[in-house]
Nanobody, 126 residues
Framework: QVQLVESGGGSVQAGGSLTLTCAAS??????????MGWFRQAAGKDREGVAI???????SYADSGEGRFTIYKDFTKNKMYLRLNSTRTDDTAMYYC??????????????????WGQGTQVFVSA
């Protein structure tokens, strides 16, 4: 079982930056070997994938974050991060950390992820 806890959300002015953190705990070695990702859900909208990173550290991004967001892991701390640069008002959402049981990622679909955190809110003002 994997437990995920997000932090780092808050308010930022459009154009600014923010770094979200996901702290993972569970079976030894699971963090290093699992596909993990960041998702977000804006008010009144479906949850959508933002970025994923495979067990081997290969990242992939949704079009919305390509060139602006960076996903990365710190294996020594069992943490995953999402750096948001050049933020826009439409980045406002609850951001969730997620993990798969498998090391390989299978795209950004919500249904392919097995474990979820409680979320951290990001608000981008104009």
């Amino acid at each position: 079982q994997v437990q995920l806890v997000e932090s780092g959300g808050g308010s930022v002015q459009a154009g600014g930056s923010l770094t979200l953190t996901c702290a993972a705990s569970g079976a030894p070695g699971s963090f290093a070997t699992q596909c993990m990702g960041w998702f977000r859900q804006a008010a009144g909208k479906d949850r959508e994938g933002v970025a994923i990173i495979s067990g081997s550290g290969i990242p992939s991004y949704a079009d919305s974050g390509e060139g602006r967001f960076t996903i990365y892991k710190d294996f020594t701390k069992n943490k995953m991060y999402l750096r948001l640069n050049s933020t826009r008002t439409d980045d406002t959402a609850m951001y969730y950390c997620a993990a798969r049981r498998l090391s390989s990622c299978s795209g950004l679909a919500v249904s392919t992820f097995d474990y979820w955190g409680q979320g951290t809110q990001v608000f981008v003002s104009a």
